[in-house]
């Protein structure tokens, strides 16, 4: 069976060495990615202020409805719901249905 040596660092030789040069980070100009991560959190915002529509008990439930339906049904109660609620759902970017 063989025999391996153990070298031990120097203590007193890596402290001569001094600091380490500290590497720059490297710029990334912002590029295609950028626009897509912009436009995921745009979504995801949305979806959370869509969120906080079915949630909202002043427009009715929302169980088996869909948000449109509950939008203009409160709509016409007067209840006055966000307008920006209709204007997402008409994009046809987002679900129709509410989710729990």
């Known amino acids: 069976m063989e025999r391996y040596a153990r070298i031990q660092k120097n203590p007193a030789k890596e402290f001569r060495r001094g600091p380490k040069e500290k590497e720059e980070p490297q ?9 897509l991560a912009q436009e995921a959190r745009e979504h995801e915002e949305n ?7 079915d949630l909202d008990p002043r427009y009715g439930p929302f169980i088996g409805v ?7 049904r409160a709509h016409s109660y007067g209840l006055d719901p966000p307008n920006y609620v209709r204007e997402l759902l008409q994009t046809g970017k987002y679900e129709t249905e509410g989710r729990l």
Do not use: C, N, Q
Not at 27 to 35: F, H, M, N, P, S
Not at 47 to 53: A, N
């Open 27 to 35: 710029k990334v100009e912002a590029g295609y990615g950028d626009g």
């Open 47 to 53: 979806e959370h202020k869509l969120r906080m529509f």
């Open 66 to 72: 869909e948000r449109m339906e509950r939008w203009e």
